[in-house]
């Protein structure tokens, strides 16, 4: 038995234009609905892309649908449709006993079968909104590096920059030399003139002496003169406020780096081939204010009524994670920070061993560094910020199956291991026990029969009618 599906007739033009409407779209996606076509189907049945490696990430060919189990909220389920996908093309396998299906969560669309349509998208997002000025040098290095020897083939690549809106960097083409050259290009410098890690490292500055100041009037860990305590409500006030406008500005610009990163999700979901994003970013906090409320945090006030900004955007978060899941686009995120020490961190660089100044610094990396005089519990609890703005990136790589690469300079890597994981995957497909369409996560498990390897998959999906 088939499995019936819908097949694209679109040419590499359709691919191309799709990329160009994004930065229009996303800037007004409120008023103006998604132009990709929708394609709507009853029946339930999930896709799971599943990459299996060695320890040294290998790629370990030849399994067969009966190697793998695959499990929904710890329940098993039985494969209906196997596949492989490689450079050399391998036939579906189908479960004759199957019942009937019609479509796929997590990707709907057919792969293109026409031999001149390209068989995988490759989408390269650099986020300039939050990266330091030196980390963005290093990754058009390595992107500089990588297209210089990237062959032609059966791949298109794109780029973008994301940062207060979407910069198409190089429309999608098969052409190594043509995206080389808009990475070399100096009108993508310009696109990280905008980032955000400068207006922290200068916010965290200010804020610090807004606290020296505090702890100067009030009482802090820190504080050796409390004698001034008429003072300390205004002190206290000017924290406060301080804190809530650094917070709620931050929310705002993250909500709507969010949204425009959901948008191109969706677009980039309905192209049929399948679709890698390899997102590198110094990583952002879905917590905003974060940075500086671990700052007023270790110096350690002792007034219990200040409370953290409760500005979260774990929705907008989990508004990318659904259509990525549903759509079958696999992120793989690079943290562009590198090799994590004291000074590498934005929010983070924090130098106890100095003692040539009392004062915060930005050093050469676009860092904020706090020098001398600052408390033991200043410098761990930004750390501990710092590192936390990684867990958006790991939660995207995660849920989609893919790869968070993290505390190594080796950048490449996993550009490399990307688009090589795009190459060599296999596919799995059932039809979940569960039929309800209630909007709940449903948790996916895949293990290999008898071996160790490395098993990379979706962690899950919603579980929403398909559109």
Same mark, same amino acid.
């Given at each position: 038995?088939?499995?019936?599906?819908?097949?694209?007739?679109?040419?590499?033009?359709?691919?191309?234009?799709?990329?160009?409407?994004?930065?229009?779209?996303?800037?007004?996606?409120?008023s103006s609905p998604s132009q990709m076509p929708r394609i709507r189907s009853e029946v339930n049945d999930v896709l799971v892309p599943?990459?299996?490696?060695?320890?040294r990430g290998h790629h370990i060919p030849g399994l067969k649908a009966a190697d793998f189990h695959v499990f929904e909220d710890g329940k098993p389920e039985r494969i209906v449709a196997f596949s492989v996908e490689s450079i050399i093309?391998?036939?579906?396998?189908?479960?004759?006993?199957?019942?009937?299906?019609?479509?796929?969560?997590?990707?709907?669309?057919?792969?293109?079968?026409?031999?001149?349509?390209?068989?995988?998208?490759y989408l390269i997002i650099v986020d300039t909104l939050h990266s330091s000025f030196a980390n963005f040098g290093r990754v058009r290095k390595v992107l500089e590096q990588f297209f210089v020897k990237e062959q032609p083939g059966d791949a298109q690549y794109a780029v973008m920059a994301l940062g207060r809106e979407i910069?198409?960097?190089? /429309?999608?083409? =098969?052409?190594?030399? %043509? *995206? &080389?050259?808009?990475?070399?290009?100096?009108?993508?410098?310009?696109m990280i003139q905008d980032t955000e890690a400068t207006n922290l490292a200068v916010a965290a500055e200010q804020f610090t002496a807004l606290m020296r100041n505090y702890c100067a009037l009030c009482i802090c860990l820190s504080s050796a003169n409390q004698s001034e305590l008429g003072e300390c409500p205004a002190a206290k006030s000017r924290v406060r406020m301080f804190l809530a406008?650094?917070?709620?500005?931050?929310?705002?610009?993250?909500?709507?780096?969010?949204?425009?990163?959901?948008?191109?999700?969706?677009?980039?979901?309905?192209?049929?081939t399948s679709r890698t994003i390899i997102f590198i970013s110094d990583g952002f906090n879905r917590f905003s204010g974060r940075e500086l409320y671990s700052i007023l945090m270790g110096y350690g006030p002792k007034d219990s009524s200040f409370q953290f900004p409760p500005l /979260?955007?774990? =929705?907008?978060?989990? %508004? *990318? &994670?659904?259509?990525?899941?549903?759509?079958?686009?696999r992120f793989y995120t690079i943290d562009s920070r590198g090799l994590y020490t004291s000074t590498s961190v934005p929010g983070g660089g924090f130098d106890a061993s100095s003692s040539s100044s009392t004062h915060t610094q930005m050093d050469s990396r676009g860092t904020t560094r706090l020098a001398a005089g600052v408390p033991e519990p200043v410098l761990?609890?930004?750390?501990?910020?710092?590192?936390?703005?990684?867990?958006?990136?790991?939660?995207?790589?995660?849920?989609t199956g893919g790869l968070f690469f993290e505390n190594s300079n080796d950048l490449m890597k996993g550009i490399r291991q990307a688009v090589a994981d795009g190459r060599e995957y296999y596919v799995l497909a059932y039809v979940p026990e569960n039929k309800a369409m209630d909007g709940?996560?449903?948790?996916?498990?895949?293990?290999?029969?008898?071996?160790?390897?490395?098993?990379?998959?979706?962690?899950?999906?919603?579980?929403?009618?398909?559109?």
């Open positions: 038995m088939e499995i019936p599906t819908v097949e694209f007739t679109c040419r590499v033009l359709f691919l191309s234009l799709s990329f160009v409407s994004i930065a229009a779209s996303a800037q007004n996606q409120e599943v990459v299996v490696t060695d320890a093309p391998v036939p579906v396998s189908i479960d004759p006993a199957a019942a009937e299906v019609s479509g796929a969560s997590g990707g709907a669309s057919k792969i293109s079968v026409d031999p001149n349509d390209p068989r995988r998208t910069n198409v960097v190089q /429309d999608s083409t =098969r052409d190594a030399a %043509a *995206v &080389l050259g808009a990475v070399r290009a100096s009108a993508f410098s310009r406008s650094y917070a709620e500005r931050t929310f705002l610009l993250n909500q709507q780096f969010l949204r425009q990163l959901n948008q191109i999700v969706k677009t980039i979901g309905g192209m049929p /979260d955007t774990q =929705r907008e978060l989990e %508004a *990318v &994670l659904k259509v990525a899941t549903k759509q079958g686009v761990s609890e930004a750390m501990s910020a710092a590192r936390e703005s990684t867990d958006g990136l790991a939660q995207l790589a995660r849920e709940t996560y449903r948790k996916i498990v895949v293990t290999v029969k008898g071996e160790k390897w490395r098993v990379n998959a979706k962690a899950g999906y919603w579980a929403t009618a398909n559109e």
